[in-house]
């Protein structure tokens, strides 16, 4: 047999009331004394019955007369004026005795916090399962005075994160008790079990409450013989209705990396451009390159006296004497040891060498950053803010740049004006010199074997024309 028993708060900050939400329940007219709304469920079927409870000695109230007053006694607009105990009742019970076991709950809710409420029971709907048979108790939040009727203090421990899940435990082990204590007196094996189906052992997934919502759609597609247009399950269908479309959260987090990696790149760049400028040299550079300089000298010097005198280097060798040329050696690598302008030098180098590697590799990781954006989204470098202007001078940088253009446009004009009349006059005079060389021709055959510069009207020899622009 499957157990359901939830705990809910009716709250204002959700757009509730306790009074709408007593007459839906309860297929009741209760008008609002604050609003002034008018809630009239009566013609509503379903509700099997609708009970009153409270604390021992408690006058009966009707529903409208106590929500009004729950909603009358909370001042916050985001304030909690109901909570709701859904229970689902066993299908094995008759309605004598389903009605005797929302009693004994609801008198144990009253007896064990000092509230009142309203007990509906609803019958399951005509195209639902038929075995769905539950109550809605709708109790107040705060305490109910028995002599005046008076709604008093909060029920805290239920509000309270450290009590309040304690409570709910109790309230669900309270059903478990009182439904098997039914179905015991009604003559039924079947029990209930509020723990989990895993603390149970029964190795299935537990059923979800899909709510109204979701019913109605599964009942118009079964209807119309059609899958849903949508999703169709109430985790589904709360994320769409809570959070936004996947497309939208896909563009603001590439937006975001984007924006993420435009702050690297700018990161890596300025780093780029400090490291691409060199440390100066030390103050005593010069000094220890001579220093430097001076050894390598010295070494040389030495090398060359033996070669040119290897007899003698051999003998001093032997006995254990130092050559001239060995001596100024040691004393080159001494001073070199011994100076501080050598040691500031080489930290320097060493200085220099570390940055060369952080400029590699900081390069490296703007290539590898450059590579992870897409092509439309990398961005081109700006170009460098023209220069402000003052308004005289920007009036008369404009004037300027109007007249330059305007002689630019005349030379081009007249440039392309020569043009044209050069070679009119080159093609004129072209044709003249055809003319006459076909005539001279015509007239001694002979003539066309006589060399260019002995014909009597040589070629004109072509020329260039004019540049334009």
Known sequence: MSYSCSVKTVSRSGGRSATASAAYRNAELVVDKRTGERHDYTRRSGVESVSWFAPAGCREQTSAELWNRAEAAEKRRNATVAREVLVALPHELNQVQRLELVQRMTQQLAERYGVAGTAAIHAPDRE?????WHTHILMTTRRIDPSTGELGAKTRELDDMKTGPKEVVWIRQMVEREGNAALERAGHAARLDCRSLSDQGIDRAPTTHEGPRVTAIRRECEREQRDPLGACDVIELNDARR????????????????????????????????????APHPPMYSTAVELVKRQREAVQGAKRWRIEHPVVARVLDAIGIRTPADREVDRARGALQGSSAVQETIAWQRAEREREQRLKDARKQLEQLMERLPPSQIRAESPPPAPILEPSSARHSLSAGLAAMELAIARRAEAASEWVEWEDDAGELYGQWEGEQQVYWRNDPQAEWLPVEDRPHPAPQRQSGPRLG
Request: proline share 7%; glycine share 4%.
């Open 128 to 132: 639902g399962d038929q075995r769905n």
């Open 243 to 278: 959070l936004p479309p996947l497309g939208e959260l896909r563009v603001a987090a590439q937006q975001l990396e984007a924006e993420i990696i435009d702050l690297d790149q700018y990161r890596l760049k300025r780093e780029i451009k400090q490291l691409s400028v060199p």
